[in-house]
């Protein structure tokens, strides 16, 4: 990894308010396991699904424009089809960073998210980086 991958992702994990987009409330689901792991580091996280009510008794909300707060990083856990539709939300809210899960990357959404001047992590998993979400 170059040193400004490395960069966004310290900054990103630095953030303590997230949303999930894609979150799942099935426990075998990245978008549950990084959901679950950002809860269990302490940050303040905000699932994201049209048609999930809640996760492990968090209220699941539909979009991020229904968020009480603007959450710090956007974690997209969504198919690359979707992602771009999420970043021109995230572009509309105005949104600092975005974490592409692998494979919610979609070349235009993250070319898109750039040129819109936003952070953008791909190519890495949150997961692996959790050990900095502690630190």
């Given at each position: ?7 966004l ?5 630095n953030q ?10 099935n426990?075998e ?12 580091a302490?940050y ?7 048609s ?8 699941c909300?539909?979009n991020l424009?229904a ?5 710090q990083?956007?974690?997209l856990?969504?198919p690359?089809?979707?992602a ?6 995230c572009?509309?809210?105005k ?21 819109a ?10 997961l ?6 502690c630190?």
């Amino acid at each position: 990894m170059n040193d400004n991958i490395i960069n966004l992702i310290e900054d990103s994990v630095n953030q303590k308010v997230w949303a999930v987009v894609g979150v799942s409330q099935n426990k075998e689901k990245f978008g549950y396991k990084i959901f679950k792991s950002l809860k269990e580091a302490g940050y303040t996280v905000y699932p994201i699904h049209p048609s999930v009510a809640a996760v492990d008794g968090v209220p699941c909300y539909a979009n991020l424009s229904a968020l009480p707060e603007k959450p710090q990083v956007v974690d997209l856990v969504v198919p690359p089809s979707v992602a771009e539709k999420i970043i021109d939300e995230c572009i509309k809210e105005k949104i600092e960073r975005v974490w592409f899960q692998p494979g919610a990357e979609n070349k235009e959404a993250i070319e898109k998210a750039q040129k819109a001047g936003i952070k953008v992590v791909f190519n890495a998993c949150a997961l692996v980086e959790k050990k900095n979400w502690c630190e």
